[in-house]
């Protein structure tokens, strides 16, 4: 995923493969940095005052820990202003050396690489991540905490525009961020309403298979998940949001098929997967399927050529067609200043 970084003052913005995003706030200061392993330091209530200061992005050698190789920590303790409610968020922690996994408020979001016996570096890798609602505090104080592993050379958190980033936002009548069934492999079973997922692997999502005790997967995995949808939707035309997802997708309501992005292996002449990976995934789900007020089941079979793979992006939830119509505009719009702005600087 190759990514180009503009920069200009007083507005940053970030043109990637997969989002156009708007700086809303720096991280560039206020991180504290401790050496060796302990889970616990992604708790908020963990006391990190004894810490050390460090500057972000640096590496650590270059801030007074030559030769340092192995795990280390960030912590940041921040305020997300209320005003950024109504928006889409990201973190940007631009390029880690080597491997990262990322806390919210003592809650995992994301991450890149593999952490040993099973290492896999993510040094070239840029870091986006989105940040669900559920998981912020507006308002108050939030604790990010980062853990990394830097196996050789320079480590840590090196380079990059730092901050707290937003994109066009979609409201959402239900948020599925969260906690999904996952199951690799592939059987045309897993689709059913009834099939029994309960021996299943708990994942979070949005967020690469990979960060999540499936590293060096490539091919079929599938997610489900079970939700009650009230009936106070009813007068609503609801669609299915899933982001982002690396490759290709086949998505089910209730054991029926309501959509598909990308190619899966055998189809079309040249059984690749092109640019699947960049498209937002929305689809419509028909009212017929809908059991108000009772378990609904989702189910999304998903294909990875190769890298990293599985939903690993927002936003995901159920929006209504007025909200999706909307975020279509604005991000056409949005798309449209920067184009204007492209061009101006020709």
Not at 201 to 211: F, H, V
Not at 300 to 323: C, F, N, S
Request: some cysteine; overall charge negative.
């Amino acid at each position: 995923m190759n990514k180009w970084i503009l920069l200009f003052i007083p507005l940053v913005c970030t043109i990637s493969s997969a989002r156009d995003l708007r700086r809303e706030i720096s991280l560039h200061a206020g991180w504290r940095f401790e050496i060796g392993d302990n889970l616990d330091y992604a708790q908020p209530g963990y006391d990190d005052s004894d810490w050390e200061r460090i500057r972000v992005p640096s590496t650590w050698e270059s801030e007074g820990f030559p030769g340092y190789d192995g795990y280390a920590w960030y912590r940041m303790h921040m305020k997300f202003p209320k005003q950024l409610e109504d928006k889409s968020l990201y973190i940007k922690l631009g390029y880690i050396d080597d491997v990262d996994e990322v806390y919210i408020n003592g809650r995992f979001l994301n991450g890149s690489g593999s952490f040993p016996p099973e290492y896999q570096s993510a040094y070239n890798h840029e870091r986006i991540y989105h940040l669900p609602h559920n998981m912020l505090r507006f308002g108050d104080e939030n604790v990010i905490a980062v853990r990394v592993y830097d196996d050789y050379l320079d480590g840590g958190i090196r380079n990059g525009s730092i901050g707290i980033y937003s994109y066009p936002m979609i409201s959402m009548k239900m948020d599925l961020s969260g906690q999904w069934l996952f199951s690799p492999g592939d059987a045309p079973e897993w689709a059913d309403t009834e099939y029994d997922d309960s021996d299943w692997d708990r994942m979070q999502i949005p967020s690469n298979w990979e960060n999540q005790d499936f590293p060096f997967h490539d091919g079929y995995g599938w997610y489900r998940k079970h939700i009650t949808i009230p009936d106070k939707f009813k007068a609503d035309r609801l669609i299915l949001a899933l982001g982002l997802i690396d490759d290709a997708d086949e998505v089910y309501f209730n054991g029926t098929k309501i959509g598909r992005t990308g190619s899966f292996p055998g189809e079309g002449s040249g059984n690749y997967y092109g640019n699947s990976w960049q498209e937002d995934r929305f689809y419509m789900v028909p009212p017929h399927l809908m059991r108000w007020n009772e378990t609904n089941t989702i189910a999304v079979r998903v294909y990875d050529y190769q890298g990293p793979g599985g939903i690993y992006d927002g936003p995901l939830g159920l929006t209504t067609k007025e909200a999706y119509i909307k975020y279509r505009r604005n991000k056409k719009s949005f798309d449209h200043w920067l184009k204007q702005l492209f061009d101006s600087w020709d």
